[in-house]
């Protein structure tokens, strides 16, 4: 279940900027951390690109997990954006816009080490919002068959993650690692950095990739002769005069932090793609054999099982309490009358959500033929409803919301699961599954009724201007 926590949301107090390269691009940028406002979470922002676009960092946009977790929307790319999210997630901040002139985070050192010094150089500032968490009271688990990788939550009275690794390798063989707080990130995680095998490094060499790479962003552990013609390649691609083999099997110039650094390495990576959900989670994680690919798959599971319990989670309205919106004040935002005029009165409303109400009468005109002898409300007004809602929650934020219109681009996932009649009162909550950008507003819509969830929908819609 989904509860309002004592603590507040949080925020960094300024801006903070960081210089490096892009591990696969090899590309320099710059990478700013902005205060954001509370829950909008964490975004990316392009503005390298036409318009300063944005992406959510949502488990719904992950386009590839191969060598780092990326998200796409459109023409919007953020790569390897793990390590970032993890330093924010270890440092226990909610919401920051992190602007960017390039596809790629800096690799810096290849951990979250640079990250957490410039989040704490910004300072965190508490907002006037509580912190939500989903509270794990069943074991969920996501298994990979074919890599036999698998994640497991289990209840626990706070955030803790274990990682149990076999990379089947004499160099590395087996290593686990464990925080039993996400306080203790900071010391124990975020300075240990990502690392590769030798083979792996040739065939990322021989894509083109890992074009910032050196022997000070990464640990290479070698599992393979090392042959004249490697050990030359090697020495251009890092720009070293010579390339050699430390006796505990990890090229020359760099020194492990601790001995089961590539399990904690790990063990950051889960805590990256794991903020992908969107909602902080309470329960133990425990994850074997981690990777991109595991890590997001039991994402999305997560995701959805967050999902289905806000479906259940009835909002609690105070109705002798003074609405944000009445009637009148709903015709200011929409351009809908009665007697299609479906939203009574607000009760909330957010950057990303909205709560509101509509009493069903004997007297509504579609009762009169839907149906004489048993008036039931048409789900088709219900989902109509919805949009109108959703439609208060994007016209709000325009400052001339009366020279705009909304028009339905599409429905999905719809349910009808109980029956509306006259005499109830129907409480509905959408919220935004998505950015709202170029005029197309993704949301969820649902809605109540005696204490039962009555219909559901995913519902697309755009945004005009008319005047």
Known sequence: MIIETKHNQTTISKEVSLKGVGLHTGKEVDLTFSPSE??????????????????????????????GTCLKNDNVIIQTCEHVLASLVGLEIDNVLIKLNASEPPIMDGSSKYFVEALEKAGIKKLNKKRKEYV?????????????????????????????VDFGTKILGTQNASIESISDFKNDISKCRTFSFLHEIEMLLNKGLIKGGDLNNAIVYVDKPLSKPTMEKLRKAFNKDKIKVKSNGILDNLNLHYPNEAARHKLLDVIGDLALIGTKIRGKVIANKPGHYVNTQFSKKMKDVIKNSKMNDIPDINFSSKPLMDSTKIMEILPHRPPFLFVDKIYELSENHVVGVKNVTIDEDFFKGHFPDFPVMPGVLIIEAMAQMGGILVMSKLDDPQNYLTFFAKMDKVRFRNKILPGDTIIFRCFLIGPFRRGICHMQGLAYANGKLCAEAELTAQIIKVK
């Not at 509370?38 to 946009?61: C, E, S």
């Not at 794990?136 to 009275?157: A, H, L, M």
């Open 38 to 67: 509370a829950n909008t979470g964490y975004i990316f922002k392009r503005t390298d690109l036409d318009g300063q676009p944005t992406i959510k960092a949502d488990i719904g946009y992950v386009s590839s997990t191969d060598r």
């Open 136 to 164: 794990v009271n069943k074991v969920i688990s996501f298994k990979d068959e074919k890599s036999g990788s698998d994640i497991t939550v289990i209840p626990s009275e706070n955030y803790k993650l274990t990682t149990m």
